[in-house]
């Protein structure tokens, strides 16, 4: 029998949409804005969209004029995003740990802290390689985390979000080499409890990833205006790869 992981529970529960429904879709255009300028993708350029959720970059994107497809693991982000779907945007169920159409993408996009799920190294290479073999010859991977460092010295261990009627307690812990963020709360006199557990990775962490899955680091930046990531300031560590010749 099939154990659910965190984030199949999490990610496919209308609470999860209900606590994060404030995300900036501003910031989310903005950082395409920005991407788009930086690597200058030619309009027939194929974009692939990795845990893309509900679809928020891929839908801009394809508002840009690309031809984009957007995979996720959430039937329930997959299903909401189908809406938007037209000849150039294009959303499918999938696990980003298995291949999705060799050889096919110019871009590939796995943005906003959507990596680092997995409970080993193995899976998160392995989840690596996938997108190494869904890429062209010479593609680029652009994958956009939390900087792990200025998230450890700032940890707020406890918050109160109130949201729709429901109090949501938010507790945080770094707990095996993760960060661990434990959401409780009471609706319709039913208690839950979920977790998100993301790896902590740093950027040396990624350096080996990378490497063990075929990727060089061309590039990186620490925020959405792309400026030069910091240590210690930077909110973001965002890489731009490229796929070696193998």
């Given amino acids: 029998m099939h154990h659910k992981k965190w984030f199949e529970n999490w990610f496919n529960s209308p609470y999860y949409h209900i606590l994060y429904q404030n995300r900036n879709d501003d910031e989310a255009e903005f950082f395409i804005d920005n991407l788009c300028t930086y690597l200058k993708p030619s309009l027939d350029a194929l974009f692939l969209d990795v845990a893309c959720g509900r679809g928020r970059h891929a839908i801009y994107l394809n508002k840009k004029g690309y031809d984009v497809t957007g995979i996720d693991l959430s039937s329930s982000s997959i299903a909401f995003a189908q809406q938007f779907k037209n000849k150039r945007l294009h959303f499918q169920m999938h696990d980003m740990r298995h291949i999705f159409q060799a050889n096919s993408f110019d871009i590939a996009l796995n943005l ?135």
Avoid at 172 to 197: A, G, L, M, P, Y
Avoid at 202 to 231: A, C, P, R, W
């Fill in 112 to 246: 906003f802290t959507s990596f680092g799920y997995f409970e080993t190294i193995e899976e998160h290479i392995s989840a690596l390689q996938a997108l190494h073999k869904s890429l062209k010859e010479n593609g680029l991977l652009v994958l956009d985390y939390f900087n792990t460092d200025k998230i450890i010295r700032h940890l707020s261990h406890q918050e109160v979000k109130h949201i729709d009627g429901i109090d949501f307690y938010i507790n945080k812990q770094i707990r095996d080499e993760k960060i661990i963020k434990r959401i409780s709360f009471e609706h319709r006199d039913t208690k839950h409890v979920f977790e998100e557990e993301v790896k902590a990775f740093t950027y040396s962490d990624f350096e080996n990833l990378f490497t063990q899955s075929g990727f060089t680091v061309i590039k990186h930046f620490g925020d959405y205006s792309l400026n030069d990531f910091d240590t210690t300031h930077s909110d973001r560590l965002i890489f731009i790869c490229q796929k070696n010749h193998v």
